[in-house]
């Protein structure tokens, strides 16, 4: 069967968009293709900036059959007593346009209906692709439209030239003011103006035959091995983001390595600014040398070999004036002592809510205190002055020409300045992690900064209303809890973050506030939910157990889920759990913990009772020690007594004044269950 | 090739496609969108073909005549064409082949840059040319000028003529460019860039800046009352580029900033809706 070719021509559409625009189309076309019933084997996208194209392997030539169902009016009234069809029958028939012949009947609860099964032939697909592949197009999500004529028409670019080979007949469909036909264009520079195609399936011969690849995994393959070639040689490491690499790979339809040179002259500017000078707007890829410099970039001509060196000078001559104009930021920024830029922060806005950066960083710096004292991380004077200077360079020239830079130019100002190394270290991690996976702080100041500026950002955006909703998320919060909570599980910070946000409410007082903080804290502990989940790959009754006990200490939360996921499959917990449950079951909704030991009238009881003293004693210390798994083993023992309890004590005693002993002592032994996590829900839902 | 022979090269070649040739506008402008001859041409249904000289001045990317390429005033070449045809880019590229550049030895990339300009109420969507990754051209599909939705749709094709004269003339620095075959570009330009980088960084007047603008902008309202648009519209340019000169001289904070912008769009946004009201009141 042949193949369908779809292809959109265009003018050079976003580089970092193309990729994302191809999936949807993707997407669609497997939908429309199967709703419509054209059968085919495989849909393939290929793309370039100037082209997206659709392939949809083996497919059909007709539409496949359908088969529709008609019940007509009742067999009494179609039909007569003889059985042969009335005026009735005749009718529907007609209506349906099928000889009355073709009717036959149906029973439906209970009663006979005349029915007709029609089949209905499929349309030839070529009657079917002008209807839905310009839709196709029109259904694409765009990141900003645009028109460019007189038809309305709107896209990323402009659309310029429209294929459409079914095997290798042209399909008449058109979309804007454009016809489709067989003709497509070439690489730009490197071909005659125009391409004939004969056929769908050789479409990717044929244009490689122009110059252009089509594959974006092709390109993307030739644009690895060059760096890694080229890194080898050097002996040096490829700084390559995956951002970059795709303005690469989808910024040009032939991407061809050219390697240059960074002049001797700039090679005393610190290596990050060199780097993000190569790197500003996706142009040039840096190599990191083992000595710390970077000598050494590429970048990817759209076209073939540069054999009389015409580009690479080109290229040379762009990295040297923006490295001047580099130096001129580093020079201008170095005129003034760091320290003083931090007064700037005063007329910088972070939000016109949440007041200027002046103001953030005081409310950073109180909550980098708070958690210095708490954990005992960092020497409080270096975290102090850390977080002081940490928001000072996005007042400098460096960071304002590069914003990638902000954290690192802190920590470069800092040194130059002879401030403490720690307080460098920490100004450039306080920004970390980037990513969710991204790279951690590894300086005690660094987490603790890191910390508290994460906590300020959330906090703050959720107190003035900005909770994310579904996908729309304009403050990056949930990002910013993630990674906050990801950095004290894998820092082992203990840290109670609610207690924390309690100490430090005063900070908050003057913003009007739209959420309270216990929103606040409700949106930390989903997060947390969801990253025990998909983080750490913890079970749903875990999850559960532990989060009906303490939350806020996000580190020790994950340590209970860890132990207890340990602990579930073992026969000797799983008694221990049931047991629980029904100590849980019966105090639900019960707040008295009080109980009077001179009450206990029943010999289980009095058992029961010891039994809790001694655990809550060992526990207590173990506990507090982060000791988990030896708590639960403490715990273990219990089990035992309290089946004896439920089985010999009546807790909901007539007499009031024994049940509500009875209520309070339980409600005590469950708190005690609870500092780990709710037993009761393990083990419920038996894993299959 | 001389930098005025680029210059007519390109008047000669935008001549051929039809474009009326006009001249820098005669009030300091910061690009060649703001000379009146493309905020209100591109405004309303007529077809227009314009190409012009525009002298732009940014005193924020003043060097002191030391950056090799980054001016406080540079030259743009300016063509709008409304509405734009089909093979608009293969015409654009046409244009740099006719000054002497040969495409097929450099590497060329329509690099995606969504334009706007807050202080007109304009954005529209094209790119960056990039010539061996140095930017030489904005190409720019207006979708809206003045706050107003644009039908139909113009193209902006604003050249950098230092850049491209570097490349012709294979210079490292603009100030080795010649002008013609006897001047440079360093005689005629480099103390004037010197002076400019120091008066704007470090001696404009705050307060009397301060003052100049309100001045303008008041008259640039009363202007607009009177229905005199064109008048209106000098003004504005004159506070757009004292707004400028405050913001190089460090004299703007971030939040006195977003009210300036705000304040010039206020009155550019008023000058394009009079000027399409003085269309209608002339129907």
């Known amino acids: 069967m042949p193949d369908l070719l779809f292809e959109i021509g265009t003018e050079e559409m976003p580089a970092l968009e193309v990729p994302t625009l191809a999936t949807q189309l993707e997407e669609a076309a497997n939908e429309v293709f199967t709703s419509k019933r054209l059968p085919y084997s495989k849909i393939e996208v290929r793309y370039t900036p100037r082209r ?41 028939a007609r209506r349906q346009g099928v000889s009355v012949d073709s009717l036959t009947q149906i029973e439906e609860k209970g009663k006979r209906y005349a029915f007709l099964r029609l089949k209905i032939p499929g349309l030839q697909t070529v009657k079917i692709l002008p209807a839905i592949l310009p839709s196709l197009v029109k259904g694409l999500r765009l990141s900003k439209a645009m028109r460019w004529d007189a038809s309305g028409l709107s896209f990323v670019r402009p659309i310029r030239w429209l294929v459409c080979l079914f095997g290798d ?4 469909l058109s979309l804007g003011s454009l016809r489709a036909d067989r003709i497509t264009r070439p690489h730009r520079f490197l071909s005659q103006e125009r391409l004939t195609l004969a056929e769908a399936s050789t479409y990717e011969e044929e244009l490689k035959k122009g110059l252009v690849i089509v594959d974006a995994e092709a390109r993307q393959q030739l644009v690895e091995t060059a760096l890694s070639e080229a890194a080898h040689e050097l002996g040096g490491k490829i700084l390559l983001d995956p951002n970059l690499l795709g303005r690469i790979v989808n910024g040009a339809e032939h991407p061809t390595p050219v390697l240059g040179h960074v002049p001797a ?53 762009v990295v040297l004036a923006r490295l001047r104009d580099s130096r001129f930021f580093f020079e201008k920024d170095r005129k003034h002592p760091f320290v003083e830029r931090v007064r700037e922060l005063r007329d910088m806005t972070y939000d016109v809510r949440l007041g200027s950066l002046w103001e953030k960083m005081e409310r950073v710096r109180a909550l980098a205190g708070e958690i210095a004292k708490t954990t005992g991380r960092g020497s409080l004077d270096l975290v102090d002055r850390a977080a002081f200077l940490c928001k000072a360079d996005l007042v400098t020239e460096m960071v304002k020409a590069f914003p990638e830079l902000q954290g690192v130019a802190g920590g470069i100002y800092a040194r130059l300045d002879k401030e403490p190394e720690e307080v460098a270290v920490a100004i450039r991690e306080h920004y970390l992690p980037a990513t969710f996976d991204g790279a951690l702080p590894q300086s005690d100041a660094g987490v603790v900064i890191s910390l508290a500026d994460k906590l300020d950002t959330v906090t703050g955006a959720l107190l003035v209303g900005e909770e994310p909703t579904g996908s729309r998320d304009p403050y990056g919060i949930k990002r910013q809890a993630n ?17 924390l946000l309690d100490r430090v409410t005063e900070s908050y007082t003057t913003v009007e506030q739209k959420m309270e903080m216990n929103d606040v804290k409700r949106f930390l502990a989903d997060r947390t939910n969801q990253i025990l989940k998909q983080r750490y790959r913890i079970p749903n009754e875990i999850i559960l157990a532990v989060s009906a006990g303490e939350m806020g200490n996000v580190y020790r939360l994950l340590r209970r889920a860890q132990v207890l996921d340990t602990w579930r499959s073992q026969e000797e917990f799983q008694g221990l759990s049931a ?50 798994s030896e708590a639960i083993e403490h715990l273990l023992p219990l089990k035992g007594s309290i089946d004896r309890y439920f089985d010999d004590v009546l807790v909901m005693a007539k007499a009031e004044d024994l049940r509500r002993n009875r209520l309070g002592f339980l409600r005590s032994l469950s708190d005690l269950f609870l500092r780990i996590g709710d037993f009761g829900v393990i083990g419920v839902e038996k894993p299959t | 090739m001389n930098f005025q022979e680029l210059i007519l090269r390109l008047h000669t070649f935008w001549q051929r496609e039809g474009c009326l040739i006009l001249h820098p506008y005669d009030v300091e402008t910061g690009a060649g969108t703001f000379n009146p001859a493309t905020f209100f041409g591109v405004l309303g249904p007529e077809p227009r073909r314009i190409g012009y000289v525009e002298p732009s001045r940014r005193p924020t990317d003043g060097r002191y005549g030391e950056n090799p390429i980054r001016l406080r005033l540079h030259h743009q070449y300016q063509a709008v064409l409304k509405p734009p045809p089909a093979t608009i880019q293969e015409i654009f590229l046409a244009s740099l082949e006719e000054v002497g550049l040969k495409l097929a030895e450099h590497d060329v990339k329509f690099a995606e840059d969504d334009w706007e300009s807050p202080t007109l109420a304009a954005w529209g969507v094209g790119w960056q040319v990039w010539l061996d990754e140095m930017e030489i051209t904005q190409f720019t599909y207006f979708q809206q000028m003045g706050g107003i939705a644009l039908d139909p749709i113009s193209v902006e094709i604003t050249y950098g003529l230092e850049r491209i004269a570097l490349l012709l003339q294979e210079k490292e620095s603009v100030y080795d460019i010649d002008w013609n075959d006897e ?47 064109f008048p209106a519209y000098d003004y504005a340019l004159k506070c757009s580029h004292l707004f400028n000169v405050l913001d190089a001289r460090g004299a703007i904070s971030v939040t006195e900033r977003e009210s300036f912008i705000g304040r010039i769009r206020d009155l550019t946004k008023e000058c394009a809706r009079g000027y399409l009201k003085m269309g209608e009141d002339d129907a």
Not at chain 1, 60 to 83: S, T, Y
Not at chain 1, 169 to 172: A, F, G, Q, R, Y
Not at chain 1, 484 to 495: F, G, H
């Open chain 1, 52 to 92: 997206l194209a659709l392939l949809v392997r083996d497919l059909a030539a007709d539409q496949e059959e359908r088969v529709e169902e008609v019940k007509g009016p009742p067999a009494a009234i179609a039909f007569d007593a003889q059985g042969r069809p009335t005026e009735a029958a005749i009718g529907f």
């Open chain 1, 169 to 172: 007949e042209v399909v008449p």
């Open chain 1, 265 to 317: 002259a700039f090679l005393d500017l610190p290596a990050e600014v060199v780097q993000a000078t190569l790197r500003e707007e996706g142009k040039f890829v840096p190599f990191l040398l083992p000595d710390g410099t970077t000598p050494s970039f590429m970048g990817f001509r759209d076209g073939l070999p540069d054999e009389k060196g015409i580009v690479r000078a080109g290229y040379e001559r």
């Open chain 1, 483 to 499: 990674n906050l909570i990801r950095l004290a599980m894998e820092k082992k910070v203990d840290l109670d973050l609610f207690a």
């Open chain 1, 579 to 628: 047991a629980f449950a029904r100590v849980r079951n019966i105090t639900k909704g019960i707040e008295e913990t009080r109980f009077d030991p001179a009450l206990f009238a029943e010999e289980a009881e009095r058992i029961l009772w010891r039994e809790y003293l001694k655990a809550e004693g060992n526990l207590a210390r173990l506990l507090d020690a982060g000791r988990y």
């Open chain 2, 183 to 229: 001047i440079s570009y360093q005689r005629l330009w480099w103390e004037k860039e010197r002076q400019f980088s120091a008066y704007n960084f470090e001696r404009a007047t705050v307060e009397r800046i301060h003052t100049i603008f309100s001045l303008c902008a008041e008259e640039c309202r009363d202007s607009l009352t009177a229905g005199l648009i």
